[in-house]
């Protein structure tokens, strides 16, 4: 079955950085694009970013826009997310979803269980 | 960006009730909507995708209709584990964007 597995969440300062990891599992990972979608303190969910199967192609929302990078090593089964110059409005679960595909492409078909980023001094 | 507007925001029913939760979009996004279902301290769930189709595995209680700006999620009969916060969320451009959601709570 289909797991995906996120780390590297924890207690940052503002202007801070993290790396989150999400290991998948249970299916074929080069073949799939993969997003990460956050969800603040009680709030609603937020989508903010995307990487092609094979990397080639990247998109972000603009509130993370030049401060997050989205990366994947399909040789390792691990999609990543680089986080920089964070922010208090940063504070969030990260979850790691894997997109339906096709004409399907940006619907998220599986979620990870989340891991939490907090920015605070 | 494409904003989606839920109603209600909230909603009180009771187990075996028929309930509605619409979803408008700001402009066209033809079928390309989706409903997800998310429990505390859970992550979100895939119920329908294409605006009507049922994922695999969800009870053929929950359906979901409209294409355009118009949605809605219907659950035929509620049981005891519908009750949640929904989700509607647009794929037909970026950034994908969400419904603010709709807590569905006991009666």
């Known amino acids: 079955q289909v797991q995906l597995v996120e780390s590297g969440g924890g207690v940052v300062q503002p202007g801070g950085s993290l790396r989150l990891s999400c290991a998948a599992s249970?299916?074929?990972?080069?073949?799939?694009?993969m997003h990460w979608v956050r969800q603040a303190p009680g709030k609603g969910l937020e989508w903010v970013a995307f990487i092609r199967y094979d990397g080639s192609n990247k998109y972000y929302a603009d509130s993370v826009k030049g401060r997050f990078t989205i990366s994947r090593d399909n040789s390792k089964n691990t999609l990543y997310l680089q986080m920089n110059s964070l922010r208090a409005e940063d504070t969030a679960v990260y979850y790691c979803?894997?997109?339906?595909?096709?004409?399907?492409?940006?619907?998220?078909?599986?979620w990870g269980q989340g891991t939490l980023v907090t920015v605070s001094s | 960006a494409i904003q989606l507007t839920q109603s209600p925001s909230s909603l009180s029913a009771s187990v075996g009730d028929r309930v509605t939760i619409t979803c408008r979009a700001s402009q066209g996004i033809s079928s390309a909507l989706a409903w997800y279902q998310q429990k505390p301290g859970k992550a979100p769930k895939l119920l329908i995708y294409d605006a009507s189709s049922l994922e695999s595995g969800v009870p053929s209680r929950f359906s979901g209709s409209g294409s355009g700006t118009d949605f809605t999620l219907t659950i035929s009969s509620l049981q005891p584990e519908d009750f949640a916060t929904y989700y509607c969320?647009?794929?037909?451009?970026?950034?994908?964007?969400f419904g603010q959601g709709t807590r569905l709570e006991i009666k």
């Open positions: 969320q647009q794929f037909n451009s970026y950034p994908q964007t």
């Open positions: 249970g299916f074929t990972f080069s073949s799939y694009g």
């Open positions: 979803a894997k997109d339906l595909g096709g004409r399907l492409h940006g619907c998220f078909e599986y």
